[in-house]
């Protein structure tokens, strides 16, 4: 079979603009609007999908997706079990980098803070909220750690579900959420002839600046 010549793919970006008179001077409002701008937009099915950036004590990046869970004035909140790799990376090196791309919109997000654990409560609540499967499968999967088949999850989620059939299960202190606070975002426009517009806000001084980044 021939490789595909990926050097020769192209696509032009010329949908929309990112221009500093029409900025949001907080970064916040400007991913909210194009948050919104995405969720509505009937080519994107999850516009809270996520990649996640970390880097623990081996100094290796590792990314994976994750789906954001709400965005508010303090940051970003996302939930996984803490003894997964992301978690054991976190507890290492709290810091971390988020980024969005919405591909009919032609545009991408990159937020950069540190990461802090949510309260008990907070997670409780969220993990209370899911549908029963996803709160068994969380007790039935020992994430990130090697199993020997698939057999293996199913035997354990029939475990969990006999042990829970006549009660609701409680999250296990080992799973729950983080906030990422940002300190830096970038949004990233595309634009024709590869010019796109790039534009970094970055927390200084108890507020936020912008400033625009050549492509």
């Known amino acids: 079979m021939a490789a595909k010549d990926l050097a ?5 970006y010329i949908k929309s ?3 500093e008179s029409h900025l949001e001077a907080s970064p916040f409002e400007l991913f909210k609007n194009w948050f919104e701008e995405a969720d509505n937009d009937s080519k994107i099915e999850e516009a809270n999908a996520m990649s996640l950036s970390t880097v623990g004590k081996d100094m290796k990046p590792r990314t994976r997706v994750v789906l954001l869970k ?3 004035a303090q940051g970003f ?7 997964s790799k992301k978690g054991q990376a976190l507890s290492e090196n709290p810091f971390a980098c988020i980024s969005f791309f919405w591909a009919s919109q032609e545009r991408q997000v990159i937020i950069e803070g540190k990461v802090e654990k949510i309260s008990v409560e907070e997670s409780d609540t969220y993990f209370n909220s899911r549908p029963l ?3 068994l499968g969380a007790l039935a999967s020992p994430q990130s750690e090697v199993i020997s088949d698939r057999a293996f999850l199913e035997d354990e989620l029939k475990k969990v579900q006999e042990q829970f059939k006549s009660e609701l299960p409680r999250r296990p202190d080992h799973w729950g959420g983080y906030l990422l606070v940002p300190e830096q975002f ?3 426009q595309g634009r024709e002839n590869r010019l796109h517009d790039r534009i970094r806000y970055d927390y200084e001084n108890k507020s936020w600046s912008s400033v625009r980044l050549a492509p």
């Open 8 to 12: 020769n793919y192209r696509k032009n």
């Open 17 to 19: 603009s990112l221009d």
């Open 70 to 72: 709400e965005f508010n």
């Open 77 to 83: 909140v996302f939930f996984t079990n803490y003894k």
């Open 133 to 135: 499967g996803s709160r």
């Open 186 to 188: 970038e949004f990233w």
